[in-house]
């Protein structure tokens, strides 16, 4: 967080559901001033209001959107890229929808890295790309997220080394099993859920609000020599 007599602003995409609300309400909590963005109008609206959290529409495969969403920012501090998708029922396997996916997940990052730098760089702020237990090994079911969260993973370490000089530091939260809306049916079929938490050696289901905490971390002055980093938010899935 910077030392500003004004509030700190973090831009968080996808911070209307899931894993991106937890880091929206954490940054708010913390306070930052947060502008968090939803793909539709539907989400946006759905979202509960908070104080210090303002909403708006963004489509990060857009570059008119996400240059207009930058410019009407009067500084960034933080930049967090939670916008992502996952494609069900072995669809990664077509090219289109392997296509989107990869659209998403990792062009749309660096998409709002390159339109924020500036302001990032006016601030000595700082990034948090959310990579994935997959920017570690494969799946025989998504290859189209697997290949997108671990090319967020190379963007990640590449932007650090490359923008260090501008003082921006580029780091990446890699979530485990995260009970959000959309891992609801597994966190509510016991068979299901049963190999995840054995494989988990704590044993339960991570919360958004976990994440949050992490993203907060790696955006503080406690990881002012830190960057480059990906670091597991997994309850040990990975250490095992």
């Known amino acids: 967080m910077t030392s500003s007599s004004s509030p700190p602003l973090a831009l968080v995409t996808g911070g209307t559901r899931g894993i991106g609300a937890g880091a929206a309400l954490a940054l708010a909590e913390a306070g930052y001033q947060v502008l968090a963005t939803g793909l539709t109008e539907d989400e946006v609206a759905a979202t509960p209001a908070h104080a210090a959290i303002r909403h708006a529409r963004l489509d990060v495969t857009s570059d008119a959107e996400v240059a207009a969403i930058v410019a009407g920012c009067e500084r960034i501090d933080a930049l967090v890229n939670c916008a992502g998708m996952i494609q069900r029922g072995g669809k990664e396997f077509e090219i289109e929808a392997?296509?989107?996916?990869v659209e998403v997940n990792l062009t749309g990052s660096m998409r709002m890295c390159l339109a924020a730098k500036d302001k990032l760089a006016a601030s000595k702020g700082a990034i948090v790309n959310t990579a994935s237990m997959l920017t570690f090994h494969g799946s025989a079911y998504a290859p189209g997220y697997a290949a997108s969260?671990?090319?967020?993973?190379q963007l990640t370490k590449s932007l650090a080394a490359a923008w260090a000089p501008d003082g921006i530091r580029v780091?990446?939260?890699?979530p485990g099993w995260i009970a959000t809306e959309l891992t609801r049916p597994l966190v509510e079929d016991a068979a299901r859920s049963a190999p995840i938490?054995?494989?988990?050696?704590?044993?339960?289901?991570?919360?958004?609000g976990d994440v949050g905490g992490a993203v907060l971390f790696l955006l503080s002055d406690a990881a002012r020599f830190i960057t480059g980093a990906i670091l597991p938010v997994d309850g040990g899935y990975l250490a095992v």
């Open 98 to 101: 392997f296509r989107l996916t």
């Open 149 to 153: 969260k671990g090319g967020v993973g």
């Open 171 to 174: 780091n990446a939260v890699a």
């Open 197 to 208: 938490l054995s494989r988990t050696p704590m044993n339960r289901w991570g919360e958004p």
